[in-house]
């Protein structure tokens, strides 16, 4: 039997106060949920390193090892009266790690949403509605915080991306301008050889990232080689491959500039941080006949080693 749109709106009703429990705060198990939502859209978040945080600033430790620890070992001669061992390390061999401390301090970031009355009215029935707004929500704050790890820069005009110093403005160890070449085989070589020699060791794990426009082009460029390989980048969906590195697409690469920059990395290179309060506060205009959503949360940026970065310039 059809239900009155009276009837609707008080279901609407309970189902917007299900997501304000707990005084608008989610509790640690609702926020990991919609971390996860926002984490299973298919961002660049997702490749990255995630770091849950419970506190607005967290410092992360870095230990490593610059330069060579095997030493020839000491096989000859023994302990000494003066407590020496001719077959210790020498002082001057032994090896050290080196530590450092990098520090990721977040920033809040707010989305206000209205929803009028029509479309539970209209859209109530055979839905959860919680579900469903919350993961309409997590898909649009997916896109808008991979805007922010790729574009944010404190000096931007802009006040949502000047809020941190995004990856790439944090690139600027290793920069390889294409001028302008277009896409090719080349660019992705000079990324290679620009890397330090000492992290090109893992290169299974590193990626070359671009926006989706010049991962198209680069197919295109591909795509006009005589043999099945190129015949395969107008045909499918096959990953695309440059050097053996894959080339993956950043959707809002395209917001940076004129959609002219990527890089080269490990991605767990690039950190992500988000503070797992996560705060859902909702309200009713009956003057405007709307439902309000207010979500709010804090989010922090880092590059662990940008050393171990390239970033591209005017491809």
Same mark, same amino acid.
């Given at each position: ?41 298919? @961002? ?30 000491? @096989? ?5 009266? =003066? ?38 009215? =209209? ?5 959860? #509605? ?32 000047? #809020?941190?110093?995004?990856? #790439?403005?944090?690139? @600027?160890?290793? /920069? /390889? ?8 085989? @080349? ?33 295109? /460029? ?22 053996? /590195? ?70």
């Amino acid at each position: 039997m059809p239900q009155s749109n009276q009837t609707l709106l008080q279901r609407a009703d309970l189902a917007i106060a299900d997501l304000n429990a707990n005084g608008g705060l989610l509790d640690a198990e609702q926020a990991n949920q919609f971390i996860d939502m926002v984490l299973e859209q298919p @961002t660049i978040l997702r490749q990255s390193r995630v770091v849950r945080m419970s506190a607005p600033r967290r410092k992360i430790n870095r230990i490593g090892f610059a330069s060579r620890i095997l030493r020839a070992a000491r @096989t000859s001669g023994s302990a000494n009266d =003066d407590g020496s061992n001719d077959r210790y390390v020498l002082k001057a061999d032994r090896a050290a790690p080196t530590t450092s401390q990098i520090e990721m301090s977040t920033e809040e970031v707010i989305a206000e949403i209205r929803l009028p009355y029509e479309i539970f009215e =209209d859209n109530i029935e055979g839905q959860s #509605l919680e579900s469903h707004i919350m993961r309409l929500i997590a898909e649009r704050a997916a896109i808008d915080l991979e805007e922010l790890a790729l574009a944010a820069d404190s000096a931007s005009g802009d006040a949502y991306l000047a #809020l941190h110093d995004g990856w #790439l403005k944090r690139m @600027t160890a290793n /920069v /390889v301008n294409n001028a302008s070449a277009g896409i090719t085989p @080349t660019l992705f070589k000079n990324g290679m050889l620009a890397m330090p020699q000492k992290y090109l060791r893992n290169l299974a794990q590193m990626r070359h990232v671009v926006s989706v426009a010049n991962t198209i082009k680069y197919r295109d /460029v591909v795509a006009q080689r005589a043999t099945g390989y190129g015949d395969s980048m107008l045909t499918s969906q096959q990953p695309i491959n440059a050097y053996g /590195v894959p080339v993956d697409a950043a959707p809002m690469l395209a917001a940076v500039g004129s959609g002219n920059q990527g890089f080269f990395t490990f991605m767990q290179n690039l950190i992500f941080g988000i503070q797992r309060d996560i705060r859902v506060e909702t309200d009713r205009d009956i003057r405007s006949r709307e439902f309000i959503i207010v979500l709010t949360a804090r989010v922090a940026l880092q590059v662990e080693d940008p050393n171990a970065a390239v970033k591209y310039l005017n491809i």
